[in-house]
C-alpha cells in the first residue's frame, strides 16, 4: 500500500495517495516510511504543523535514516522553529556527508539563522558532490551578494544560467548582481533576453518558472510600457487567483460623517527603512476628529526609534507578520477599517494577497511602490500630476488621484546632524565642483554615467562623488571612468553613515546628479532637505519621474530636463555660474515654506482624498479618478 501512495504522490493525486496513507496507518501507526510519506503529503498540500508532527514520529521510529533527518529538518524550518532545524539537519550530514541535498539543507537553515559564512560553506559542500546543481548555485549566488563577495555572487549565477538558459529568476538574479557590482558586459544581450522571457510570461501567466518573478524588474530596465503594464498584470492575476474569492463585503456607514473615517495603513517597513524615514511626522498628523488610524506591520520589529515613533503616533498598532494572508483580512474587516492603504505594492515582503481579499471597502496603492499594482488589487493610486500625468492613466489599474504638489510626503522635523564634517575628511578636494549622486549604484547605467563623465570633461576641476561601499563596485566604476577618459581619482566614493550624519555631508556638495531609469526617491528628498539642488532627467514610467515631482514641489521645476543634451548643458552650466546655483540654493534655504517639506499641509489634502473617495463610495458611486486640489470642500 505504501508504494501505492508513492506512486499517487508521483502522478499528482496527492488526495487519493493522503487516504491510501492514513488506511494503512489505522493498522500500522508505527510504520515510519508511512508517517514520512504522509507527512510529505501534508507538506505539499501546506499543513506544515501536521507535516512536522507526522516526520517528527517518522525520525523516532527510524532516527538512523539520513533522508527522514533532512526532510524533518526542512519542515523545522519552514515552521521557524530552527533551533530544532540545524539540530536535524546535522544529524542528516553526519549520516551522509557526501549527500548534497542534506548540505543544501543546512545551508538553508544556516541562512535562515543568520550565519551566512557557515551557509555558503555548506553550499559549497553541496556543489563539491553536485556541481551543476542549479538550486545549490544560486543560493551561493545570493549569499555571496549578502556578503558583500559579489564577484562571486556574479560567477555563481553565471553557472546557474549556463546550466539553465531559459530560467527568467537565474537571470534577473544574475542582472541584479551585475547592477549592484556595475559591472555592465554583456548588459544589452542580457536585457534583450529579459524581454523576451517577460513577453513569454505574459503569453503563459500561469508559467511556473515566474512564480518568483517581481514585475518591477520590468521597470529597472529600458523597456515598454505596454510590457511593463502587462507583466504587472500577470503578476497582479497571480496574486488574486492565489488569494482566492475576496470576502463578502461590507455595508457602509449611509453618511459621510457618521462616524471618524477608519484608515488602515499596511506595511513591513514599520522600521528604519526609506518609508518610514518619510512618514516619520505623518501619522502623528492625522486629524483625530475625522479619522481614526491604524498600522499593520507585517515586517520585522528592528527595535528602532522609527518603529516605536509609528507604534505610538497611530490609534492601533496591530503586528499581523505571523499571520496567514486570510487571517489578516478578516481581522482588517473586523476592525471595520473603511480605506486600507498599501504602503508595499510588490516591493519585498507584500503582500498583496490581502488586499486581493478586499477587507475593507476602498483599497488605495501610495508610497511604497512607484508604478502601478495592475488591475483588482486596488481601487486608487496616490500620485501626482508629474509622476503620473493623465496620458499616463492607462498604464495602471487603479483610480488616479492627483495630489497638489507631490505625491510623495517628507518629514518636516527630520534632524540634521549639529557637526558638518570638513571636505577634507570625506575626501573631497577643498576648491573643486563637488558633483554628487548618492544612489544606490545599481541605479547607475551606461548612459547616465557617460553622461556624467562626459560633464566631467567639460568642468575639469570637479569631482564626482558616489555612494559606493562594495569594492568591486568602486573598481567597476573606476575602470569604466578610465576607458572613457577620465582620471578615477576624480571619483570619490562615500560610506554609509547614520542618517542624520549624511544629511549633514551633503553641505560638502555643489550638485546632485540624478540616473534615468530608476530616479533617486528618498535620497532626492535627503538632498533637497539638506540644500543640495537635484538636476533630473525624467522618463516615461512612475520610478523615472520620481525626481522630477520632487524638484517641483521644491519650487524648482527648471531642474528637471527634457533631454539628456539638456541634463548635461544644465549641469556644466551650474558649475560655471556660481550665481545661478546660489539661486537655487537660496530657495531650498526656506525648506519649510516649500510645498515638498510641508507636512501638515500635505496630510490635510491627503485626507481630502480620503473623503472625496469615501464620499463616492457611500453614495453608490464607483471609484472615478480626480484631482485634489480641483475638488470643492465637503465641509
Request: glycine fraction near 6%.
Amino acid at each position: 500500500m505504501i508504494d501505492q501512495a508513492t506512486e499517487l504522490i508521483q502522478s499528482g493525486r496527492i488526495a487519493e495517495a493522503e487516504q491510501c496513507l492514513r488506511l494503512y496507518l489505522e493498522r500500522s501507526p508505527d510504520n515510519a516510511d508511512a508517517l514520512h510519506y504522509l507527512g510529505l503529503v501534508c507538506h505539499q498540500t501546506g499543513r506544515i504543523d501536521e507535516a512536522a508532527a507526522l516526520i517528527g514520529k517518522a525520525v523516532e521510529r527510524s532516527p538512523d535514516t539520513a533522508f527522514l533527518r533532512a526532510n524533518f529538518a526542512e519542515v523545522l524550518r519552514l515552521q521557524g522553529n530552527l533551533d530544532a532545524a540545524e539540530r536535524q539537519a546535522r544529524v542528516a550530514v553526519r549520516l551522509e556527508p557526501e549527500h548534497p541535498n542534506f548540505q543544501f539543507n543546512l545551508a538553508k537553515v544556516l541562512e535562515g539563522r543568520g550565519r551566512l559564512a557557515e551557509a555558503l560553506d555548506a553550499g559549497e559542500r553541496a556543489l563539491a558532490c553536485r556541481p551543476d546543481w542549479v538550486e545549490a548555485l544560486s543560493l551561493n549566488a545570493s549569499l555571496c551578494f549578502a556578503l558583500e563577495r559579489l564577484d562571486e555572487a556574479v560567477e555563481y549565477s553565471q553557472r546557474a544560467c549556463a546550466v539553465r538558459a531559459d530560467d527568467p529568476s537565474l537571470l534577473i538574479g544574475l542582472m541584479r548582481y551585475r547592477a549592484w557590482a556595475c559591472d555592465w558586459r554583456g548588459r544589452d544581450a542580457d536585457v534583450a533576453r529579459l524581454q523576451t522571457m517577460l513577453a513569454r510570461w505574459v503569453a503563459h501567466a500561469d508559467d511556473a518558472a515566474f512564480a518568483t518573478v517581481n514585475p518591477f524588474v520590468a521597470y529597472e530596465y529600458p523597456l515598454s510600457r505596454q510590457l511593463r503594464h502587462d507583466v504587472t498584470q500577470a503578476y497582479c492575476e497571480r496574486a488574486l487567483k492565489a488569494a482566492g474569492a475576496p470576502l463578502a463585503p461590507r455595508r457602509a456607514p449611509a453618511q459621510v460623517g457618521r462616524r471618524r473615517l477608519r484608515i488602515g495603513y499596511v506595511s513591513a517597513d514599520f522600521h528604519s527603512h526609506p518609508t518610514m524615514h518619510l512618514m516619520a511626522s505623518f501619522f502623528a498628523l492625522h486629524d483625530r476628529s475625522r479619522f481614526e488610524v491604524f498600522a499593520y506591520s507585517i515586517g520585522a520589529d528592528d527595535g528602532s526609534e522609527y518603529r516605536r515613533q509609528a507604534a505610538s503616533s497611530v490609534d492601533r498598532f496591530i503586528d499581523i507578520r505571523a499571520e496567514k494572508a486570510g487571517e489578516s483580512a478578516e481581522r482588517i474587516r473586523r476592525d471595520g477599517i473603511d480605506i486600507l492603504i498599501d504602503l508595499k505594492g510588490f516591493t519585498h515582503e507584500a503582500r498583496p494577497e490581502i488586499f486581493a481579499l478586499r477587507p475593507a471597502p476602498l483599497r488605495v496603492a501610495w508610497l511604497g511602490y512607484p508604478a502601478s499594482t495592475g488591475r483588482g488589487l486596488n481601487d486608487y493610486a496616490i500620485v501626482d500630476r508629474v509622476v503620473a500625468p493623465a496620458e499616463h492613466a492607462g498604464d495602471y489599474g487603479a483610480k488616479l488621484v492627483w495630489m497638489p504638489n507631490s505625491y510623495q510626503v517628507n518629514d518636516y522635523r527630520q534632524p540634521i546632524a549639529a557637526e558638518h564634517p570638513a571636505r577634507a575628511a570625506l575626501g573631497l578636494p577643498e576648491s573643486a565642483f563637488v558633483f554628487a549622486c548618492f544612489n544606490h549604484v545599481y541605479k547607475i547605467e551606461p548612459p547616465v554615467f557617460r553622461a556624467w563623465m562626459r560633464i566631467l570633461a567639460r568642468v575639469p576641476d570637479s569631482v564626482l562623488w558616489l555612494y559606493a561601499g562594495k569594492s568591486v563596485a568602486r573598481a567597476n566604476l573606476a575602470r569604466a571612468a578610465a576607458a572613457l577618459g577620465i582620471d578615477p581619482a576624480r571619483l570619490v566614493f562615500g560610506e554609509t553613515l547614520a542618517k542624520p550624519q549624511h544629511l549633514a555631508r551633503l553641505a560638502q556638495a555643489d550638485l546632485f546628479l540624478d540616473t534615468f531609469t530608476i530616479n533617486a526617491h528618498t535620497s532626492a528628498s535627503d538632498a533637497l532637505w539638506a540644500g543640495l539642488p537635484v538636476l533630473t532627467c525624467p522618463g516615461d514610467a512612475f520610478p523615472a519621474r520620481v525626481a522630477a515631482s520632487l524638484v517641483a514641489a521644491a519650487g524648482l521645476p527648471q531642474l528637471a530636463c527634457r533631454s539628456m543634451k539638456d541634463y548635461e548643458n544644465a549641469a556644466v552650466r551650474l558649475a560655471q555660474h556660481p550665481a545661478e546655483l546660489d539661486g537655487l540654493r537660496r530657495t531650498l534655504a526656506g525648506r519649510e515654506r516649500l510645498p515638498l517639506f510641508d507636512t501638515p499641509r500635505f496630510v490635510r489634502d491627503l485626507e481630502r482624498a480620503y473623503e472625496l473617495m469615501w464620499q463616492r463610495h457611500v453614495a453608490g458611486q464607483p471609484p472615478q479618478a480626480f484631482s485634489v486640489s480641483d475638488q470643492p470642500d465637503l465641509w
